[in-house]
């Protein structure tokens, strides 16, 4: 597994493009719209945070996650964006959003053996295990 982190319109995607050899589409799931089997099948995953997101709109419960990702989907490359930035949201279901996505996003750090955090679309290594 490896993760790649930051805000917004940082360029995360192309940086893990380029960092992995990645650059062809069908190499990557989008969380925004993607399957949960695709989560599972792909070579890469864009917007983990919307995945998350759409399951809690569900009602899904997201917690166990992170390690049926790393059971499933070991080698995926994860880019997502940073949430727990700024001002904590003040509907309840914003902040659970926030903190359900750090928990998830801790473990998976926890378990990548590359863990970048890209702002301006340069790519920092904070964890080479």
């Not at 925004?32 to 899904?60: D, K, P, Q, T, Y």
């Not at 930035?85 to 996505?101: K, L, S």
Request: some cysteine; glycine content about 8%; overall charge negative.
């Amino acid at each position: 597994m490896n993760l790649v982190i930051g805000g917004a319109y940082q360029g995360k995607l192309a940086f893990a493009q380029k960092e992995y050899q990645l650059e062809d589409p069908r190499d990557w799931a989008d969380g925004e719209i993607c399957s949960r089997e695709e989560l599972f099948s792909c070579r890469g995953i864009n917007h983990f945070h919307l995945f998350v997101r759409r399951m809690l709109e569900a009602g899904e419960e997201v917690s166990a996650l992170a390690e049926e990702l790393l059971q499933r989907n070991p080698r995926a490359v994860v880019v997502t964006t940073e949430l727990g930035c700024g001002v904590v949201p003040m509907e309840a279901f914003d902040r659970n959003y926030r903190e359900c996505c750090g928990r998830l996003c801790t473990r998976l750090a926890e378990a990548s053996s590359r863990v970048h955090r890209v702002i301006c679309g340069v790519g920092t290594v904070i964890k080479d295990a």
